[in-house]
């Protein structure tokens, strides 16, 4: 392997030292961040991750505010746990864990999130502020990859990426992220109608693939030396016939590639750290 490692567990964990501290001078001022997390249904990864989060939380000392719905819960029940947290001033932040049961209208529950409250970044609000250029809460797997490329000394300013997919959730608003003019790249916004996709790829600095499709980026598609993050994370049973995540990057990559942010190890505790560090700010405003 000639790819150097962007090792995003240890960098999370660099994050989260830093935000102790933060809430430290906020329990000063008499203020406890809150989190809240609204899980329906019993799905276990959605649990695992929700599980995930409040162990983050106080491990930084924010207060978790969980509240749980049954699988059959009714929109009236789920919109009025929203209205509860929207209200409550000990929650500063709060996440409704996607995906949410298909009888359940989801646009509908992201835009009842108070705004000023939405921990993920992803409320229509939000992300038409992140157009904008205004100031908000960003989406934190996006914030995650940037705040790990500056904190490796990747430079953005003049580099060309290639981002491989088009999510609400991360390739949309991280191109976006990218061209504002605090980070100043050149960006390919790829998805999977993209024709000769590998064109698009190996004429970048940095490739980002979030597609959700295993082993889509291979060596062959990227340029000698090329940073290289793996966002995808999708479930196969492999040949022992055990469950296990895979990423959107073949192992070959890493190569080729100068640089490599791997999956698990990477974008994953880089989103559960910027998630934390959404709640704190939020806090901090007040
Ligand atoms: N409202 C909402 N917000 C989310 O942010 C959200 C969501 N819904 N639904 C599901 C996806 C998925 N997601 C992950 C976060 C961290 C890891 C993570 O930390 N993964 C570890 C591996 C697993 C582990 O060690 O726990 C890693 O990459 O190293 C994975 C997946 C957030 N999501």
Same mark, same amino acid.
């Given at each position: 392997?000639?790819?150097?490692?962007?090792?995003?567990?240890?960098?999370?964990?660099?994050? $989260?030292?830093?935000?102790?501290?933060?809430? $430290?001078?906020?329990?000063?001022?008499?203020?406890? &961040?809150?989190?809240?997390?609204?899980?329906?249904?019993?799905?276990? @990864?959605?649990?695992?991750?929700?599980? @995930? $989060?409040?162990?983050?939380?106080?491990?930084?000392?924010?207060?978790?505010?969980?509240?749980?719905?049954?699988?059959?819960?009714?929109?009236?029940?789920?919109?009025?746990?929203?209205?509860?947290?929207? #209200?409550?001033?000990?929650?500063?932040?709060?996440?409704?864990?996607?995906?949410?049961?298909?009888?359940?209208?989801?646009?509908? =529950?992201?835009?009842?999130?108070?705004?000023?409250?939405?921990?993920?970044?992803?409320?229509?609000?939000?992300?038409?502020?992140?157009?904008?250029?205004?100031?908000?809460?960003?989406?934190?797997?996006?914030?995650?990859?940037?705040?790990?490329?500056?904190?490796?000394?990747?430079?953005?300013?003049?580099?060309?990426?290639?981002?491989?997919?088009?999510?609400?959730?991360?390739?949309?608003?991280?191109?976006?992220?990218?061209?504002?003019?605090?980070?100043?790249?050149?960006?390919?916004?790829?998805?999977?109608?993209?024709?000769?996709?590998?064109?698009?790829?190996?004429?970048?600095?940095?490739?980002?693939?979030? #597609?959700? =499709?295993?082993?889509?980026?291979?060596?062959?598609?990227?340029?000698?030396?090329?940073?290289?993050?793996?966002?995808?994370?999708?479930?196969?049973?492999?040949?022992?016939? $055990?469950?296990?995540?895979?990423?959107?990057?073949?192992?070959?990559?890493?190569?080729?590639? @100068?640089?490599?942010? &791997?999956?698990?190890?990477? =974008?994953?505790?880089?989103?559960?750290?910027?998630?934390?560090?959404?709640?704190?700010?939020?806090?901090?405003? @007040?």
């Amino acid at each position: 392997m000639t790819a150097t490692l962007l090792d995003g567990k240890a960098t999370a964990a660099e994050i $989260k030292d830093e935000l102790r501290i933060r809430v $430290k001078a906020l329990a000063e001022r008499g203020i406890i &961040p809150g989190l809240g997390t609204v899980l329906v249904g019993a799905d276990p @990864g959605s649990q695992a991750y929700v599980n @995930g $989060k409040h162990r983050d939380c106080a491990e930084v000392g924010i207060a978790s505010i969980r509240r749980e719905l049954p699988a059959d819960a009714t929109q009236q029940q789920v919109d009025d746990v929203l209205a509860e947290l929207n #209200a409550d001033p000990a929650c500063h932040g709060y996440i409704v864990q996607l995906p949410l049961p298909a009888h359940l209208d989801t646009q509908r =529950v992201l835009e009842l999130i108070d705004p000023d409250k939405d921990a993920d970044g992803l409320h229509p609000v939000n992300l038409g502020r992140l157009v904008l250029g205004y100031d908000g809460p960003l989406p934190c797997t996006p914030r995650g990859i940037v705040e790990l490329l500056r904190r490796h000394d990747v430079a953005l300013r003049g580099a060309t990426v290639a981002v491989v997919g088009r999510g609400n959730t991360v390739g949309r608003p991280l191109g976006l992220l990218l061209t504002r003019r605090s980070e100043n790249a050149t960006v390919t916004l790829c998805h999977t109608g993209t024709l000769d996709l590998a064109s698009h790829t190996r004429a970048a600095d940095i490739v980002i693939v979030a #597609a959700g =499709v295993p082993g889509l980026l291979t060596a062959d598609m990227i340029s000698p030396g090329a940073v290289v993050v793996d966002v995808g994370i999708t479930r196969v049973i492999g040949a022992d016939g $055990k469950g296990r995540y895979t990423g959107d990057v073949d192992p070959g990559v890493a190569e080729t590639a @100068g640089g490599l942010v &791997p999956m698990p190890g990477g =974008v994953g505790p880089m989103t559960r750290a910027m998630l934390l560090s959404n709640v704190v700010e939020r806090a901090e405003r @007040g």
